[in-house]
């Protein structure tokens, strides 16, 4: 799970929510305490081992943040593992923090979308409120991003996971809120490529029509300039800043570094008065349609913005299919000996990619045979067959020279890392795991068909 919004001690976010002692504001007891001190019985009522409220055993921390800390723990009712949610003991007391927890419960219990975090239920424990949230077995997208050391993500798998977020925050808006802190650490990436976004620490509803002229919540690096300026008013505002933090995602995902780097107050300045530097002159290999969708999502003015979620979505399947090498020059051969999951391994293919040619084998010996007779785009072939294996498939094209290059991706639905070194060493290029995610293995052939076509360019 990801952390739940702004830190106040990181110089590189600004919290709505001032410290007492900047405030000035003298504590208050909105709600019974325990005796002893606060913050070591808060430490000892979410302590691994302890079970909460007769249902949840904690297990482990998984982050914090500036409202709260977010723990992993076992529903023992229905014997599953979920995210705890905890209000911070520092933050309990001040002013409206109870209830801008609770209205980030309400705000995510009121979305039911694959690609959003769903919340189980509300409670308070020794005073302090907790929400028990799905959890997702992954990372961040930050820590995602991180573990690519620098490297560009491929086209299509930044696009995967920037639609998924767009599916997301559309469902968010649809409920009748805004998110207003969407960055990396506020996403999730878990099992089968599922991207869900998380932490509405800072959400609002959609009705309000702005946030005061004072300065507004969120991290600088994703911040819209009207919420630098205090500026946020009128219908629909708070879905463009929403738009807005898409772009920057979106930015990220595509070009492979923010728009804007400095610290945070530099940042912001930035985002008010500079404009972004152009995708391409960053990623050259960036089709130029892609360009002007993430520039149109990054207008500095919300009346010159991409007007919606799923208008910038619309606009990034546009520039998807403009950038599109041609699908009838594609021809994919599907080696698997299961009648019912071969044709649903077609299905995805034709799918993906329209037009496209799709032949079906029944074995490795059928498979390699009409692949010398008509070279594949793509070979995607089961590991276990009859006649001949994914194995030995693999090897017997990797000895063909008319065959040398073409992407191999075996499937499986019980493959060992053993499995994957000697395919490797074989020469396969990719292993997917049934049942796979579609959009993931799209991503992934449409990755490893543009290797050679990019290779050749100059």
Same mark, same amino acid.
């Given at each position: 799970?990801?952390?739940?919004?702004?830190?106040?001690?990181?110089?590189?976010?600004?919290?709505?929510?001032?410290?007492?002692?900047?405030?000035?504001?003298?504590?208050?007891?909105?709600?019974?305490?325990?005796?002893?001190?606060?913050?070591?019985?808060?430490?000892?009522?979410?302590?691994?081992?302890?079970?909460?409220?007769?249902?949840?055993?904690?297990?482990?921390?998984?982050?914090?943040?500036?409202?709260?800390?977010?723990?992993?723990?076992?529903?023992?009712?229905?014997?599953?593992? /979920?995210?705890?949610?905890?209000?911070?003991?520092?933050?309990?007391?001040?002013?409206?923090?109870?209830?801008?927890?609770? %209205?980030?419960? %309400?705000?995510?219990? +009121?979305?039911?979308?694959?690609?959003?975090?769903?919340?189980?239920? *509300?409670?308070?424990?020794?005073?302090?409120?907790?929400?028990?949230?799905?959890?997702?077995?992954?990372?961040?997208?930050?820590?995602?991003?991180?573990?690519?050391?620098?490297?560009?993500?491929?086209?299509?798998?930044?696009?995967?996971?920037?639609?998924?977020?767009?599916?997301?925050?559309?469902?968010? +808006?649809?409920?009748?809120?805004?998110?207003?802190?969407?960055?990396?650490?506020? $996403?999730?990436?878990?099992?089968?490529?599922?991207?869900?976004?998380?932490?509405?620490?800072?959400?609002?509803?959609?009705?309000?029509?702005?946030?005061?002229?004072? *300065?507004?919540?969120?991290?600088?690096?994703?911040?819209?300039?009207? /919420? $630098?300026?205090?500026?946020?008013?009128?219908?629909?505002?708070?879905?463009?800043?929403?738009?807005?933090?898409?772009?920057?995602?979106?930015?990220?995902?595509? /070009?492979?570094?923010?728009?804007?780097?400095?610290?945070?107050?530099?940042?912001?300045?930035?985002?008010?008065?500079?404009? #972004?530097?152009?995708? %391409?002159?960053?990623?050259?290999?960036?089709?130029?349609?892609?360009?002007?969708?993430?520039?149109?999502?990054?207008?500095?003015?919300?009346?010159?913005?991409?007007?919606?979620?799923?208008?910038?979505?619309?606009?990034?399947?546009?520039?998807?299919?403009?950038?599109?090498?041609?699908?009838?020059?594609?021809?994919?051969? /599907?080696?698997?000996?299961?009648?019912?999951?071969?044709?649903?391994?077609?299905?995805?293919?034709?799918?993906?990619?329209?037009?496209?040619?799709?032949?079906?084998?029944?074995?490795?010996?059928?498979?390699?045979?009409?692949?010398?007779?008509? #070279?594949?785009?793509?070979?995607?072939?089961?590991?276990?067959? #009859?006649?001949?294996?994914?194995?030995?498939?693999?090897?017997?094209? %990797?000895?063909? #020279?008319?065959?040398?290059? $073409?992407?191999?991706?075996?499937?499986?639905?019980?493959?060992?890392?053993?499995?994957?070194?000697?395919?490797?060493?074989?020469?396969?290029?990719?292993?997917? $795991?049934?049942?796979?995610?579609?959009?993931?293995?799209?991503?992934?052939?449409?990755?490893?068909?543009?290797?050679? +076509?990019?290779?050749?360019?100059?």
């Amino acid at each position: 799970m990801g952390t739940d919004g702004p830190d106040e001690h990181d110089p590189e976010t600004v919290s709505e929510l001032p410290s007492r002692e900047h405030a000035g504001v003298a504590p208050t007891d909105p709600a019974p305490r325990p005796s002893g001190p606060w913050r070591i019985h808060a430490a000892e009522a979410f302590a691994p081992g302890t079970v909460v409220d007769s249902s949840y055993r904690i297990l482990d921390r998984l982050g914090e943040g500036a409202m709260g800390i977010v723990l992993r723990a076992h529903d023992i009712r229905l014997d599953r593992d /979920v995210a705890i949610k905890v209000i911070r003991p520092s933050v309990v007391e001040r002013p409206d923090a109870r209830a801008r927890f609770l %209205r980030e419960a %309400r705000a995510m219990a +009121h979305v039911r979308h694959p690609n959003v975090v769903e919340v189980h239920a *509300l409670g308070e424990w020794h005073a302090l409120p907790y929400i028990v949230m799905e959890y997702i077995h992954g990372m961040t997208l930050d820590e995602w991003l991180t573990l690519r050391e620098g490297r560009p993500l491929a086209l299509e798998e930044g696009l995967s996971i920037l639609d998924q977020l767009c599916l997301g925050v559309e469902a968010i +808006h649809a409920s009748g809120a805004a998110h207003r802190d969407l960055k990396p650490s506020n $996403v999730l990436v878990g099992a089968g490529f599922r991207v869900a976004v998380a932490d509405f620490g800072i959400s609002r509803s959609l009705a309000d029509a702005g946030l005061s002229a004072s *300065l507004g919540s969120g991290t600088p690096a994703m911040m819209a300039p009207e /919420v $630098v300026l205090g500026t946020v008013a009128g219908a629909h505002a708070l879905a463009y800043v929403d738009v807005y933090a898409l772009g920057i995602l979106g930015y990220r995902l595509l /070009v492979g570094r923010f728009p804007f780097e400095g610290r945070g107050s530099e940042v912001m300045a930035k985002q008010v008065s500079d404009p #972004p530097p152009p995708p %391409r002159s960053l990623r050259p290999d960036l089709p130029a349609a892609f360009e002007q969708v993430l520039l149109d999502a990054l207008a500095k003015s919300p009346r010159d913005r991409i007007a919606s979620v799923s208008a910038l979505r619309a606009a990034l399947q546009a520039a998807r299919e403009a950038a599109r090498r041609p699908a009838h020059q594609l021809r994919f051969l /599907v080696a698997e000996d299961d009648p019912a999951f071969r044709g649903l391994v077609t299905q995805i293919l034709l799918r993906g990619f329209p037009g496209a040619t799709v032949e079906q084998a029944p074995d490795g010996v059928a498979a390699l045979a009409a692949a010398e007779r008509n #070279p594949p785009s793509a070979l995607l072939s089961d590991l276990d067959m #009859p006649s001949m294996s994914g194995l030995e498939l693999t090897a017997a094209v %990797r000895a063909s #020279p008319r065959l040398a290059k $073409v992407p191999i991706v075996i499937m499986t639905g019980k493959g060992t890392p053993a499995d994957w070194q000697t395919l490797s060493r074989l020469g396969a290029n990719a292993l997917l $795991v049934k049942p796979f995610d579609s959009t993931h293995a799209i991503a992934l052939l449409r990755a490893l068909i543009d290797v050679p +076509h990019k290779a050749k360019a100059p």
